[in-house]
């Protein structure tokens, strides 16, 4: 019995082969075992906004809906521009400060570069 390569997403160890292609059953990372690993997965994880366009640190962005903030009764406002972010690699993407709220971490799905 061979031993398969671990997943390159998530370093799960139970990856399996199915149709000539690995595939991991915690990420459902698929890849082809005769490429390398891609190199956009070496040089880090590409941050998108909502319309696809590339984030990158120091960017300002604007809310494409309104956000209710857990444990307050504000929402932030659709149209809200956020300027000076900051990219984490967490499940909320961007760091940030907004007049009026404060230190804020928002997912890259809810906004649009400016």
Known sequence: MTTLPPC???NCEYTYEDRGLYIC??????????????PAEAEG????????NTLQDGDSV??????KLKGSSKVLKMGTKVKNIRLVDSDHD??????GIGAMSLK???VKKA
């Open 108 to 110: 890259s799905e809810f």
């Open 8 to 10: 390159p997403k998530c």
């Open 25 to 38: 059953p915690e990420c459902a990372h698929e890849w082809d075992p005769q490429t390398a690993t891609a």
């Open 62 to 67: 604007v809310l494409i809906k309104d956000l």
């Open 94 to 99: 961007i760091d940030c400060k907004i007049d």
């Open 45 to 52: 994880k590409v941050y998108r906004d909502a319309a696809g």
